[in-house]
């Protein structure tokens, strides 16, 4: 599904990732961890066409059989919004629209027809347990309901592979198990691919595969 040779990235003078190599198969959970600082979110924005590579001999990602480096612009955001889905440590909803228009967003992008990604999105809100709450605000929702909403929104496109960054780490622990439960479920339901970043060890733990960063290199 994922497969990264001799990553590299560069901010001036600072090396963060230096020739990082990973092969990540269909339908596998695996988590990163590492000391602040290791590169792990740097890796993570890589994998997920964020940010692109450092150019260095030898260098290539390739995603669900997609070379996305040598991807134009336009073609590399519809593959992010169609193929991938991101779940972010602060769920990054948008306040003023409800719990439903926040999931919709990437279906709308998409420009799938508005009664098809409607549909899916009470579909999937009512799948992660949250279709009393499908009008409330952000605002008007706990941190654990807010997450739901937010990994229902990764999900809206069906994408290929989800990247998560700290997912739990603004949850309090009941909402965190229930979350990386939730993960679990997901995948065995729905066949995707995750790659986690996270600090929280019994996530780590109960991944297929646990990676962990030091110093810019999977070690």
């Known amino acids: 599904m994922i497969q990264a040779k001799n990553i590299h990235k560069y901010y001036g003078d600072l090396h963060v990732l230096k020739g990082v190599d990973l092969h990540i198969k269909k339908g596998e959970v695996v988590s990163i961890v590492g000391a602040s600082g290791a590169g792990k979110t740097t890796l993570l924005q890589l994998l997920g066409t ?11 990602l390739t995603i669900n059989n997609e070379d996305v480096l040598n991807m134009k ?11 991938l889905g991101f779940i972010f440590q602060f769920h ?9 228009e926040n999931v919709c967003i990437p279906g709308f992008l998409a420009k799938r027809p508005k009664s098809e990604v409607e549909a ?3 579909r999937l809100l009512d799948y992660l347990g949250l279709s009393h709450r499908i009008d409330h605000k952000p605002g008007e929702l706990s941190g654990g309901e807010q997450q739901r909403v937010a990994v229902a929104r990764s999900l809206i496109n069906n994408p290929a592979v989800i990247f998560a960054d700290e997912p739990s780490g603004n ?6 198990e229930n979350l ?3 993960f679990f479920k997901l995948r065995d339901e729905m066949g995707q691919t995750f790659v986690i970043i996270t600090h929280n060890e019994e996530l780590a733990d109960m991944a297929d595969r646990k990676l962990v960063m030091s110093d810019g290199q999977i070690v």
């Open 50 to 60: 964020l940010d692109k590579p450092s150019k260095e001999s030898g260098t290539s």
């Open 171 to 176: 949850l309090d622990t009941a909402s965190a």
């Open 120 to 122: 899916e999105a009470k």
């Open 180 to 182: 990386h439960k939730l």
């Open 92 to 100: 990054q909803l948008l306040p003023e629209f409800s719990a439903l």
């Open 73 to 83: 612009d336009k073609a590399l955001s519809r593959f992010r919004n169609l193929q």
